[in-house]
């Protein structure tokens, strides 16, 4: 098991929030998904009884006894489900036999995520739009993409990325906008504890380069809140 050093220690201290963002795609080992998901469950429920343990909690009361199975299982089929691409929502197209060319808004889009730096939650909303070219897609699947996607340890940038990407590749257009709202417990529940803030982040391709196209989505998202 890595354990981390004194000297790691510093350069964690010493980086900061100037983190290297090592590209779109999640950083998973290669035999990320060898193991099946019970096996993982029994590891880490093994793992954060330790934790516990280590917190001085006795294990033996019949409130905690069940904690590191409930914390594990709930890890590994709900929190970060999205990270096996096994669970990836089938994402159906149909041809636009209409041929609507404007613009298609999915807003309010519920954000339920965590962040990767203190596997606390991040909530929020999230506010898609795209201009179809041949393909368009079922409404429920933007939804669900978002949803595959923030299961996932995140930072809000990679998540805006990774939700923007995958519909550039199944709509076959670069055309999308991806605005993201959201509140970070790690900033709000420990940490500096600004219980106020939260954050926006934009991600877009193709004719959305175009401001008056962004003005239009911005128009439809309105002022955000969370
Ligand atoms: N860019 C970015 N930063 C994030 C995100 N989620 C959390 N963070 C930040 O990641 C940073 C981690 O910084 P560190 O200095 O290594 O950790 P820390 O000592 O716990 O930092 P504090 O929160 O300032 O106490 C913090 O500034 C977090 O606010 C995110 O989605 N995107
Ligand atoms: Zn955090």
């Known amino acids: 098991m890595p354990i981390i ?14 983190h290297i963002f090592s590209g779109i795609e999640t950083p998973l080992l290669s035999d990320a998904f060898e193991k099946s998901d ?8 093994h793992y954060f009884g330790q934790i516990m ?7 033996s009361d019949d409130s905690l006894s069940g904690t590191p199975y409930r914390v594990a299982k709930m890890y590994v089929k709900e929190l970060f489900y999205g990270l096996d691409p096994k669970n990836k929502p089938k994402i159906s197209t149909f041809l636009n ?29 999230a506010h898609v739009g ?13 939804n669900r993409l978002v949803d595959y996607y923030a299961h996932r340890p995140q930072v809000q940038e990679r998540l805006a990325l990774q939700i923007l990407n995958d519909l550039q590749t199944s709509l076959e ?7 993201l709202s959201a509140k ?19 991600e877009y391709g193709g004719c959305f380069e175009n401001k008056s196209n962004r003005e239009e989505f911005f128009g439809i998202v309105g002022n955000t809140s969370i």
Request: proline residues 2%.
């Open 5 to 18: 050093n004194k000297e790691q220690i510093e350069i964690i201290e010493t980086i900061g929030d100037n």
């Open 38 to 45: 019970d096996e993982k469950i029994k590891n880490i429920e």
């Open 53 to 59: 343990n280590e917190l001085g909690l006795d294990l």
């Open 97 to 125: 036999k209409y041929g609507y060319k404007k613009m298609l808004v999915e807003q309010n889009i519920t954000i339920d995520s965590a962040c990767e730096h203190h596997f606390l939650p991040i909530t929020g909303h």
């Open 130 to 142: 795209y201009i179809p070219k041949d393909k368009v897609i079922g409404l429920s699947k933007i």
């Open 173 to 179: 257009t670069e055309d999308v906008i991806v605005m």
């Open 184 to 202: 970070h417990l790690c900033v709000s529940s420990r940490g500096i504890k600004d219980k106020d803030s939260f954050t926006t982040t934009i």
